[in-house]
């Protein structure tokens, strides 16, 4: 990737450009006007003043801007109306453009963008629907599709889901249409029994199937789409199909449904080339080789590592034709302000040690570079990871704590005396074990563990009690839970603070996780502390996802100035 931002130097205003080296990035660098190259910093840098030209010249190139607000990128709202298009749906809009009255709907519309986003659906056979965490996503699919329904223009289709969230669809489906649903889980024996039900008797809207069962469930999804036709399929939290070579991956192509809406807030968690499959299933593309050959930049290695984007253009157009992205501080104005809080912390002696020992461990790995020893480099990262959240997760005999749970102790406690609640989360589920034990007087509620796809009933009762309790009980005071289990489909709005003792690789996932907290119905300011030892890894995690946080803003969102230089360059 290409990196800008702008700097004051030598009483003139430039913007300085790093990138890693690539023929194609200095062939058009070199056009830009006044461009110079510093070989002490390695460093290009552009008067400001030529920035129109700079981003004419490398706006086929992926250019993350650093230090720059982003708007939300995709569907130009402006062309979506705000009065429903579905024939017996109206709204009255308060001067604030919040719903005021309603009818036809359920369930009344918080206000436009729900409104538009329903249109959205209602109107076209594909849509991505990327709206952040907490702003209605399901609310505007159910009420869509039960309007297209009572229109003629759809019957029944499925919604995948993770395993953990059948039930809250279900429930959701129920609240806000008067459409029927059926869940399809259990064993093989019991989806026969579910699938000749289906057939028997159709009247339902919604079949609501985990992504791995329907993975497994191939043969008999194809018998019921012949049987009865499926119209549509929505994908809910879609970053689950981004991988093209993945079971799931390949068998989100398998049935050729009309109607496909995919729902997510994090669309590109890692680099553009996962937009391929999203693509893919709205028809755009077809060859993932020669997707990844088109947009990526090669080089490194035998030129065979990808260390750029290019043709970013043609993937902006396909997601200004098809993304509705709209941000929470854009549309939630109820919600309070949210403020991030990184915590520095010095480790312990103890827990100093350990992690020099196995830092050297790493360093000599990275020499090797034999694949094997590659992969123990992964490994022992994940160890360097979990050393710097408390020695007891590689060695509990030592009964060192470490510095997070020492200042983790005395974050809790002072936020439960000022009556607050809050909410721990970390990778490692036997880091919630170690807390779930060490806080046993704040009485916590906790989710360490995925749903598995054939969970019976009990599994998924016991997830919501955990969520009710901690929403409902005031003597509950903290929530524990592991970041794979907890970033969907958990409403935590009794929480104010959020807390990370460590971060995934993805600043989408990071995002999902504290709008546990950070989402509709939430009162209060919102606190997020990030827990971080300095010098260690943690802070390299940090800088990661802050520079894939620019690259997913850049592609998928535009910056006030940006949209200004290119509408002046038309």
């Given at each position: 990737m ?6 004051q130097?030598?009483e003139?205003?430039w913007?300085?450009?790093d990138?890693t080296?690539?023929?194609?990035y200095v ?15 390695k460093?290009?840098?552009v008067p400001y003043a030529?920035?129109?030209?700079f981003?004419?010249?490398?706006k086929?190139?992926?250019?993350l ?5 982003q708007e939300?990128?995709?569907i ?5 109306p ?10 009255r809009?308060?001067?604030?453009m919040?719903?005021?009255?309603a009818t036809g709907f359920k ?5 436009e963008y729900?409104?538009?986003g329903?249109?959205?659906i209602?109107?076209r ?9 907490g702003?209605?996503?399901t609310?505007?699919t159910v009420t ?26 279900q429930a ?10 059926k ?8 989806r ?9 008797d159709?009247?339902?809207t ?5 992504y ?6 191939l ?10 036709t499926?119209?549509?399929?929505v994908c809910?939290?879609?970053?689950v199909?981004?991988n ?7 068998a ?5 449904i009309k109607n ?10 890692n ?12 028809g755009?593309v077809?060859n993932w080789?020669a997707f990844?050959?088109r947009?990526g930049?090669?080089?490194g290695f035998e030129?065979?590592e990808?260390?750029?984007y290019?043709h970013v253009?043609?993937l ?11 941000l ?13 809080r990184?915590v520095?912390l010095t480790m312990?002696?103890e ?14 790995a ?5 694949l094997k020893?590659?992969?123990a ?13 408390s020695?007891?997760l590689?060695?509990p005999?030592?009964?060192?704590v470490?510095?997070k749970i020492?200042?983790?102790d005395?974050l809790?406690?002072?936020?439960t ?8 989360f970390?990778?490692f589920?036997s880091?919630?074990?170690i ?8 009485q916590?509620?906790?989710i360490?563990g995925e749903?598995?796809t054939n ?5 998924v ?5 955990m969520?009710k309790r901690?929403q409902?009980?005031d003597?509950?005071?903290?929530f524990?839970g592991?970041?794979g289990a907890?970033?969907?489909g958990?409403?935590?709005?009794s929480?104010?603070?959020?807390i990370?003792?460590?971060?995934e690789?993805s600043?989408a ?19 997020v ?6 010098n ?5 995690v940090?800088r ?6 620019l690259?997913?803003?850049r ?7 940006e949209e200004?230089i290119?509408?002046?360059s038309?």
């Amino acid at each position: 990737m290409i990196y800008a931002e702008k700097v004051q130097a030598l009483e003139q205003e430039w913007i300085k450009i790093d990138f890693t080296y690539h023929p194609a990035y200095v062939e058009a660098i070199k056009k830009v006007a006044g461009a110079r190259y510093n070989p002490k910093s390695k460093f290009w840098s552009v008067p400001y003043a030529n920035r129109k030209e700079f981003t004419e010249i490398m706006k086929n190139f992926l250019v993350l801007w650093r230090g720059e607000k982003q708007e939300a990128g995709g569907i130009d709202e402006n062309t979506i109306p705000t009065l429903p298009l579905a024939k017996g749906y109206t709204v009255r809009y308060d001067s604030e453009m919040r719903v005021e009255e309603a009818t036809g709907f359920k369930s009344k519309p918080l206000a436009e963008y729900q409104v538009r986003g329903f249109n959205s659906i209602y109107s076209r056979n594909f849509l991505l629907l990327c709206d952040d965490c907490g702003t209605g996503k399901t609310f505007q699919t159910v009420t869509a599709i039960a309007a297209k329904r009572e229109a003629g223009m759809l019957k029944r289709g499925i919604i995948l889901c993770k395993a953990s969230l059948l039930y809250n669809w279900q429930a959701e489906i129920a609240q806000f249409s008067d459409c029927g649903s059926k869940i399809f889980a259990g064993s093989p024996a019991k989806r026969l029994k579910i699938l000749s039900e289906l057939i028997s008797d159709p009247d339902w809207t919604f079949l609501i199937c985990s992504y791995e069962t329907f993975r497994m469930s191939l043969v008999e999804m194809k018998k019921l789409h012949k049987s009865l036709t499926l119209d549509f399929l929505v994908c809910d939290e879609a970053q689950v199909i981004k991988n093209p070579g993945s079971a799931i991956g390949k068998a989100v192509h398998k049935l050729k449904i009309k109607n496909i809406y995919l729902l997510t807030a994090t669309p590109l968690p890692n680099t553009p080339l996962e937009a391929f499959n999203y693509l893919k299933l709205g028809g755009f593309v077809s060859n993932w080789w020669a997707f990844r050959k088109r947009y990526g930049l090669f080089g490194g290695f035998e030129d065979k590592e990808i260390i750029g984007y290019q043709h970013v253009q043609e993937l902006l157009a396909y997601f200004k034709k098809h993304m509705l992205r709209r941000l929470k501080e854009d549309k939630l104005h109820e919600l309070p302000e949210i403020l991030f809080r990184t915590v520095p912390l010095t480790m312990t002696s103890e827990q100093k040690k350990m992690y020099k020992n196995l830092e050297k461990e790493v360093e000599l790995a990275l020499i090797n570079k034999d694949l094997k020893e590659n992969m123990a480099v992964l490994e022992r990262l994940l160890r360097l990871q979990q050393i710097s959240d408390s020695p007891l997760l590689l060695a509990p005999e030592s009964g060192f704590v470490g510095a997070k749970i020492l200042a983790l102790d005395d974050l809790l406690a002072t936020i439960t005396e000022s009556g607050e609640k809050a909410i721990v989360f970390s990778r490692f589920r036997s880091m919630i074990n170690i807390l779930l034990q060490r806080y046993t007087h704040y009485q916590p509620a906790v989710i360490h563990g995925e749903i598995s796809t054939n969970a019976p009933d009990e599994e998924v009762s016991a997830r919501q009690k955990m969520i009710k309790r901690f929403q409902q009980d005031d003597e509950c005071k903290v929530f524990l839970g592991t970041l794979g289990a907890c970033r969907e489909g958990i409403n935590l709005t009794s929480s104010s603070h959020v807390i990370f003792l460590d971060c995934e690789w993805s600043p989408a996932y990071t995002e999902q996780a504290y709008s546990r907290a950070y989402r509709i119905g939430q009162k209060n300011a919102v606190t997020v502390h990030f827990l971080v030892c300095i010098n260690t890894i943690d802070q390299i995690v940090q800088r990661v996802l802050e520079e894939k946080r620019l690259m997913t803003s850049r592609l998928l969102d535009r910056s006030p100035i940006e949209e200004a230089i290119l509408k002046l360059s038309k």
